[in-house]
């Protein structure tokens, strides 16, 4: 009998060393969707052991509004607001106006070329205009004579034929040099004052900033390479690959958080746009769109974005019900088992079994074995799961 007695006393003292011991808490103040019932094992430090550990607490969250799903994503210029500009004829650059980080307006001349093509497309266009004058004035004069009973109407009636075709011809040659890249100023300047260039402005085709420049002075040019990349950035996308088994939380319209390194207090919305019609057999991936607004361009292609898409109201996770809702770190695994430390008073933390769901956004959903208001531990626990290992360690010895 002496000999329990005295190893019942070192057990004690075991505990009292280690600063912990192990309780239980009443059965009543379990939650009502405790996983399996049983009391909880809680751990007790003093204030000092508290401060030691560095014990951080937070609230149980209860949200409608939940992040679904988090990724990590790089963010792209919208494929419909970028454009890569080229000559659109063979020839040389004899200037440049506009230089990698230049915004630029729509219209704005980004080089000029001198192309041969380009002059004798001028030249056949100079001479049509000419033409067709002449063809215009023979038919009024035609005109003129046959209602003065002069000549015959079938000399009108041909020189009026005549007129529609000089003036289909130099339709065709001013069509022909707006296929060539030449603009309706430069037309213009042509037919006022008769005479022309063989240079064209390569011109772009949207406002925004000159993110590629290949060209220089003298280089000779074709229409097969781009010299330019323009982006319109006020709108930029982001590529999300979902796996296959999140797909259903995904659907168009969603609000999707946006946070970026470069702006680590700053979050940027944006909307799903579109998912992919076709799944990746490699990786078991969809696409989804996500365009987001970016009015002040500091969101830059290449840069890497986590993405969080936010839950709805239809659905079969995105519920009109509140969900539960505790910092991902808080969460302790042991196992198969999910464990969160709970605080039941002053120095006082209850293990506790949950069953966690899907982590977004730094928190995980738990979907069975808290309640709201609750206060659970996010800093320090790793240091309660060991004291609590070494409280059942020294109950263990003490049999």
């Known amino acids: 009998m002496k000999a329990i007695d005295?190893?019942?006393?070192?057990?004690?003292?075991?505990?009292?060393?280690?600063?912990?011991?192990?309780?239980?808490a009443p059965k009543s103040e379990a939650p009502a969707n405790h996983l399996d019932g049983d009391a909880e094992e809680v751990v007790t430090l003093n204030a000092a052991q508290v401060k030691s550990a560095g014990i951080v607490t937070a609230l149980v969250e209860s949200r409608r509004e939940l992040g679904l799903l988090q990724a990590t994503a790089q963010i792209e210029p919208a494929a419909d607001r970028q454009a890569r500009v080229g000559a659109r004829v063979p020839g040389r650059v004899v200037s440049l106006g506009a230089h990698v980080g230049d915004r630029v307006a729509r219209g704005a001349v980004l080089a000029v070329v001198d192309s041969p093509e380009v002059g004798r497309a001028k030249a056949d266009y100079v001479s049509a205009i000419a033409l067709e004058r002449?063809?215009?004035?023979?038919?009024?004069?035609?005109?003129?004579?046959?209602?003065?009973?002069?000549?015959?109407?079938?000399?009108?009636r041909d020189a009026e034929a005549a007129a529609v075709r000089a003036r289909a011809e130099r339709e065709?040659?001013?069509?022909?040099?707006?296929?060539?890249?030449?603009?309706?100023?430069?037309?213009?300047?042509?037919?006022?004052?008769?005479?022309?260039?063989?240079?064209?402005?390569i011109t772009s085709p949207l406002a925004g900033i000159v993110t590629d420049a290949s060209a220089t002075i003298g280089q000779s040019v074709d229409a097969s390479a781009p010299l330019f990349t323009v982006m319109d950035l006020r709108e930029v996308w982001i590529a999300v690959d979902v796996f296959e088994r999140d797909i259903e939380k995904v659907e168009r319209g969603q609000t999707v958080r946006v946070t970026v390194s470069a702006f680590p207090e700053r979050k940027f919305a944006g909307i799903v746009q579109g998912v992919a019609a076709t799944l990746d057999a490699k990786t078991r991936t969809v696409k989804v769109r996500v365009t987001l607004p970016n009015p002040e361009a500091v969101l830059k292609p290449g840069m890497f974005a986590t993405v969080v898409i936010m839950g709805s109201t239809s659905g079969s996770e995105k519920t009109s019900e509140a969900a539960i809702l505790v910092p991902t770190n808080a969460l302790q695994r042991e196992g198969d088992r999910s464990i969160v430390f709970v605080v039941k008073g002053p120095g006082q933390f209850a293990a506790r079994e949950v069953k966690a769901g899907h982590e977004a956004d730094g928190l995980v959903h738990i979907e069975q074995g808290l309640r709201p208001g609750e206060t659970v531990v996010t800093a320090g626990s790793f240091v309660l799961k060991s004291e609590l290992a070494k409280s059942e360690m020294g109950e263990g010895h003490g049999h």
């Open 172 to 201: 065709a040659a001013e069509n022909r040099l707006h296929a060539l890249g030449v603009a309706d100023d430069d037309l213009a300047a042509v037919r006022r004052e008769g005479h022309y260039t063989s240079t064209v402005g």
């Open 134 to 156: 002449v063809a215009d004035g023979t038919m009024a004069r035609e005109k003129t004579l046959f209602e003065k009973r002069i000549s015959a109407e079938k000399d009108w």
């Open 6 to 24: 005295t190893r019942s006393l070192v057990a004690a003292l075991l505990l009292v060393a280690a600063g912990c011991r192990r309780a239980e």
